[in-house]
């Protein structure tokens, strides 16, 4: 097994694992609480080089929008440079993933041109289907460092699903390895 197989046999453990974890304690809390959509249907992120992860910034706990994330940054070929301060985005994928994880909704940029500090976005299909309650999203951003050796971010969360709380903050604090949440339009649904 290559060194670049390795890594990436590694990343989907740890999402595979995450995704575990999650479809666990949902199945285990789902008869106790009323299941809420307060996701965001229009997410709005700002690109900043200057970030980082692991830990990702954002909040998470059984008191907040988030159960569990999962941030990496990694380079895509292992033996490049440890230079992993990006100068461009070259593309980005986005899963709206549902309550068991599953990918419901995809998209995927490919020959971008994005610098730090541009805002991309990100629509929901929550006001499409609004019985198919999101259970998460993930995201991946492909970049290049000065050398032009690809950086990977690779990021996930879980909702909690909880009907009196956001998954994200437009405080400009909130963000996960290169994307810093700005802002959002919520569109609240009850599963009934």
Known sequence: MTQRQLSKAVLSSIFRALIFKVFL????????QNLCACSPS???????????????????GSNTGISDSVCLIFMEDPTASTDYTPVRVTGIQVFELNQNLEAVKTRFRSNLNLVNRDTFQFTSGIEESPNDIPGGLQMRIR???AGGDVIINDWIVAYTNSCSVEPFQSNGLDSLGYARFVSSHITHLNNL
């Open 143 to 145: 970049a290049e460092n």
């Open 42 to 60: 229009r997410f709005i992120w700002r690109l900043d080089f200057t970030l980082s992860c692991p830990p990702s910034k954002i909040s998470q």
């Open 25 to 32: 304690r949902s199945s285990s809390s789902q008869g106790q």
